[in-house]
């Protein structure tokens, strides 16, 4: 049974920072890039980044580029999303998904994602 569990949300500063994680289960985690989505209040989930099977590609959205960084360890399958400096705007629940792909290069849209875990809330206040 795949099971996808994020944590590390909650309440940041604007400025600060904030480690999201996300634990992996159920299937061959080396395998595949995975990705993290965020979703705002009357919002369609929009694309993070992604990280290819080997950890050593990454690619993100314009708006988090040089503040929001994405590392694996395949040995212990989990993924990271690393948040410094966040705004206020980047205030959203966030997902990771498993990509059905193992390179980055069609990892950056939601339809490319097979499994999502369930999110966590990251508030950045002001």
């Known amino acids: 049974q795949v099971q996808l569990v994020e944590s590390g949300g909650g309440l940041a500063q604007a400025g600060g920072s904030l480690r999201l994680s996300c634990a992996a289960s159920g299937f061959s985690f080396s395998s595949y890039a995975m990705g993290w989505f965020r979703q705002a209040p009357g919002k369609e989930r929009d694309f993070v980044g992604t990280i290819n099977w080997s950890g050593d590609k990454t690619y993100y959205t314009d708006s988090v580029k040089g503040r929001f960084t994405i590392s694996r360890d395949n040995d212990k399958n989990t993924v990271h999303l690393q948040m410094n400096s966040p705004k206020p705007e980047d205030t959203a629940v966030y997902y990771c998904?498993?990509?059905?792909?193992?390179?980055?290069?069609?990892?950056?849209?939601?339809?490319?994602?097979?499994?999502w875990g369930q999110g966590t809330q990251v508030t950045v206040s002001s």
């Open positions: 998904g498993i990509s059905a792909f193992r390179e980055i290069d069609r990892s950056y849209t939601s339809t490319a994602y097979i499994y």
